[in-house]
């Protein structure tokens, strides 16, 4: 009977050792899923950041193209008058149009 104990305990102990190792492995691979994550997080923080900076520059470009237009536009009507109401009653006809389809 004393084998049967002593074969049966070694398993008990050898079990005890494997979920002993599982429980630190599945920790182990906690730790390095938080890691994961947290690196993840940081990588999309960056990103979010370079893309608003881009946005904005880009925001900042096209005010200052838009000023030049502007700029332009109304130099060319000063000195055209006539033709830029022509050129807006054009416009506002085809719209007109297009409109009643």
């Not at 979920?19 to 691979?29: F, G, Q, T, W």
């Not at 109304?74 to 830029?84: C, V």
Request: aromatic share 0%; proline share 1%; hydrophobic share 45%.
């Amino acid at each position: 009977m004393m084998s049967t104990t002593t074969a049966t305990g070694a398993k008990n102990a050898s079990t005890d050792t494997e979920v002993e190792a599982l429980k630190a492995d599945i920790a182990a691979l906690r730790g390095d899923l938080k890691q994961v994550v947290s690196d993840i997080r940081g990588i999309a923080k960056t990103k979010a950041e370079a893309g608003v900076d881009r946005g904005a520059e880009l925001a900042s470009k096209a005010t200052e193209q838009l000023g030049e237009t502007r700029t332009v536009v109304e130099t060319r009507i000063r000195e055209n008058p006539l033709t830029a109401i022509g050129i807006a009653f054009g416009a506002g006809l085809v719209l007109a149009m297009l409109r009643r389809n």
